[in-house]
């Protein structure tokens, strides 16, 4: 089995891979921010953290230039799966709290490891499909978003709103680690992978207990059941493709631990077109206790932009590389649902 470094282990993403590679018998030491979420995921965890197959470390700072200076020197590292970033709209100088966490974070980790973990052989890096999207080309037909696709975007964009910043910090941090591998100087020894997903919906790990640590695209889903979207449906917004976390989960560990071929690939993996409307379709048909609270069939919002009005998408290339079996996107809402009832939505 492999021993693997999956930082950010308490995120929506992360805690779905960390549960798979347990799940699968590999050997993972996770980073968390700090102590109280460490204890829960060894609480999860208790077997695996008694052997020594768990280790969590507290890095409380990404953006801390030796951030990860001493977790990579833990002994028999193969694999890193970086999926540490920061992803809210909560801030007030977009350079210092999105841009210089991701960029400074994606660097420093790839440094350390280049200096202190000669065993890496692959890096996967949690990237998104914001580091593909051009926003001039959102609403426009004639464009096709592939693996190939990179946005435009500038560090003197971020200014211009939330969703651009964030889509700054995403392609500035890819950008960032595919410069540090290809330049010789900085001695990497392993080689790269990043992972561009879009929305990602689906359950929360079980040791994420509370709705303030949901991912930003759950929100939705938790307004929609607190009676948010009755009176109308707000918008799908521009990016309307997903992915189910479990799914991309999978992708992470196939890319990092069992495709050899991916190595210097970008892979952009998404099960296809979702709107807001049909999730809360797929809620009033699946879940009847929420029906005073949701939008009935007559409520106006959140359709699908027409084919003629949005962007096309073509990621073949990654399907046929991971040979990925996507979830339903009703099985992914049902699914979230559940987890969020549980989690007292």
């Not at 060894?42 to 953006?63: C, F, H, K, N």
């Not at 001493?70 to 540490?84: C, D, F, N, R, Y």
């Not at 990043?194 to 695209?217: E, K, Q, R, W």
Request: net charge negative.
């Amino acid at each position: 089995m492999t021993k693997v470094l999956l930082t950010g282990g308490s995120g929506f993403i992360a805690g779905h891979i960390l549960d798979q590679l347990l799940a699968k018998g590999h050997s993972v030491v996770t980073t968390v921010r700090t102590e109280e979420k460490a204890a829960k995921i060894r609480e999860s965890y208790p077997s695996q953290a008694a052997s020594g197959d768990l280790i969590v470390a507290i890095v409380p700072d990404i953006a801390q230039p030796d951030a990860f200076d001493e977790v990579v020197k833990t002994p028999g590292l193969e694999v890193v799966l970086h999926t540490a970033s920061p992803f809210h709209f909560k801030w007030t100088d977009p350079h210092k709290e999105l841009i210089a966490p991701a960029v400074v974070g994606t660097t420093s980790i790839l440094r350390a490891i280049a200096r202190d973990a000669p065993a890496v052989r692959r890096v996967v890096v949690t990237s998104s499909f914001a580091a593909i999207i051009d926003e001039a080309h959102i609403s426009d037909p004639a464009t096709t978003f592939t693996e190939a696709s990179w946005n435009p975007v500038t560090a003197d964009d971020a200014h211009r709103s939330p969703a651009t910043a964030y889509r700054a910090s995403k392609t500035l941090a890819e950008r960032a680690a595919w410069d540090f591998v290809r330049d010789p100087e900085n001695g990497a020894k392993f080689d790269l992978v990043t992972i561009n997903p879009p929305m990602v919906f689906g359950p929360v790990v079980h040791y994420l207990a509370g709705l303030d640590s949901i991912n930003t695209s759950n929100e939705r889903v938790v307004d929609c059941l607190k009676g948010k979207w009755k009176d109308e449906v707000p918008s799908t917004g521009a990016a309307v493709i997903w992915v189910d976390v479990r799914d991309l989960a999978a992708a992470h560990i196939k890319a990092g631990l069992e495709k050899p071929e991916v190595g210097g690939k970008r892979l952009f993996v998404t099960a296809g077109l979702f709107s807001n409307a049909e999730m809360a379709r797929i809620v009033r048909r699946r879940f009847l206790e929420y029906a005073e609270v949701l939008p009935t069939e007559q409520t106006k919002g959140g359709e699908l932009p027409a084919e003629g009005e949005r962007f096309g998408f073509d990621n073949s290339e990654t399907n046929r590389l991971l040979g990925l079996d996507y979830r339903s996107f009703e099985e992914c809402v049902v699914d979230m649902v559940k987890s969020l009832k549980a989690l007292g939505a």
